[in-house]
T-cell receptor
């Protein structure tokens, strides 16, 4: 139980294009979903927190107009990287709570590796 | 400012060795500390610790929390090459569901 999927697992795009990444909780309703970014050899950095039906809360320094988050249902959140540039190349990971585990346990998706040329 | 510091940053050992990974933290209204193992993809959950002095154990891995001194350790005994990974420590406060991650410890186990 408590499986989170992400799609796509990797994407390569040209500079200036937009990329959408989906995060789904497969067997539970996710009350909250989180989006992280991880650069090589660095730890996970939280980008934003989203609750179904409400606007995402962005961490300091994360441009909300560049990283659009839509949490349309209790099982789906999307992150759209708009007008992507090479410096946006990173590993993007989502996680979700509400999977019935210990209180506060976040279940992570497998991640999406974005490469912007 | 809430923060999590892990040490060492990197560790290289031989199979069979025992390793201890450290995590110290500062967080407002501490709720829990979590350990994750990250190989090539997203982190996988190892332990959640909320109470001081109670050891959590899973096979060769064990962890304990000291809320007075604000740190936790993760022990791995009889290491195997499959233990090679980045081990992440994260803490959570009551004010929020957010996890604050440390930079991780990269463990490499050689045969």
């Amino acid at each position: 139980g408590a499986v989170v999927s992400q799609h796509p697992s990797w994407v390569i795009c040209k500079s200036g294009t937009s990329v959408k990444i989906e995060c789904r909780s497969l067997d539970f309703q996710a009350t909250t979903m989180f989006w992280y970014r991880q650069f090589p050899k660095q730890s996970l950095m939280l980008m934003a927190t989203s609750n179904e039906g409400s606007k995402a809360t962005y961490e300091q320094g994360v441009e909300k107009d560049k990283f659009l988050i839509n949490h349309a249902s209790l099982t789906l959140s999307t992150l759209t990287v708009t007008s992507a540039h090479p410096e946006d190349s990173s590993f993007y990971i989502c996680s979700a709570t509400g999977g019935g585990g210990a209180f506060g346990t976040q279940y992570f998706g497998p991640g999406t590796r974005l490469t912007v040329l | 400012e809430d923060k999590v510091v892990q040490s060492p940053l990197s560790l290289v050992v031989h199979e069979g060795d025992t390793v201890t990974l450290n995590c110290s933290y500062e967080v407002t209204n501490f709720r829990s500390l979590l350990w994750y193992k990250q190989e090539k993809k997203a982190p996988t959950f190892l332990f959640m610790l909320t109470s001081s002095g109670i050891e959590k154990k899973s096979g060769r891995l064990s962890s304990i929390l000291d809320k007075k001194e604000l740190f936790s350790i993760l022990n791995i005994t009889a290491t195997q090459t499959g233990d090679s990974a980045i081990y992440l420590c994260a803490v959570e406060g009551y004010n929020t569901d957010k996890l604050i991650f440390g930079t991780g410890t990269r463990l490499q186990v050689f045969p």
